[in-house]
């Protein structure tokens, strides 16, 4: 049986991806298993535009090429050719992610992830790396791909 918290949570991301648009993405160097589609919402157009002070919610159906005890997920956004991470961010993806631990390879994984842009992230045109590895000593990447992301202001509300 689903627990209350765990299906409202399917039903949200079910009726999110309706709204989100698919988006072209990047392999990375190091790419692993097989990309299938990212979703992202609010989105309406390439770069997706996120506002400051609001959120992403970033849907990604993959194929993992590794069995994995647990999963990490990293993002990293390319400011003029140096990777910094993202603030904040809960890293463990087998906590409110939608995925599953244990995971086997070849098993299809459909993760969700919430993106919260800060006020005080700067005005800026990135590609950002998402990352998902194996919590392990093998660090082996499960699944990877580049973005392109602008983070814009947020528009002004007249009263």
């Known amino acids: 049986m689903i ?15 309706a709204e989100a648009k698919k988006i072209e993405v990047l392999p990375c160097i190091n790419n692993g298993g097989d990309v299938i589609s990212v979703h992202v919402e609010p989105c309406d157009k390439e770069p997706c535009e996120i506002p400051k002070g609001t959120s992403a919610v970033i849907s990604v159906k993959c194929i993992s090429n590794v069995d994995a005890q647990k999963l990490r997920l990293s993002v990293w956004a390319d400011l003029a ?52 590895k194996t919590n392990d000593n093998q660090d082996k990447v499960v699944c990877c791909f580049r973005a392109p992301v602008k983070v814009v202001s947020a528009p002004d509300v007249k009263k």
């Open 3 to 17: 627990p209350t918290t765990s299906f409202l949570f399917l039903v949200v991301a079910a009726f999110s991806l």
């Open 81 to 132: 050719g140096v990777e910094l991470p993202y603030p904040g961010m809960k890293r463990d993806a087998c906590k409110g992610k939608n995925i599953t631990c244990p995971i086997t390879k070849g098993q299809e994984i459909n993760y969700v992830q919430n993106f919260e842009v800060r006020k005080f992230f700067p005005n800026v045109e990135t590609k950002a790396r998402f990352n998902l």
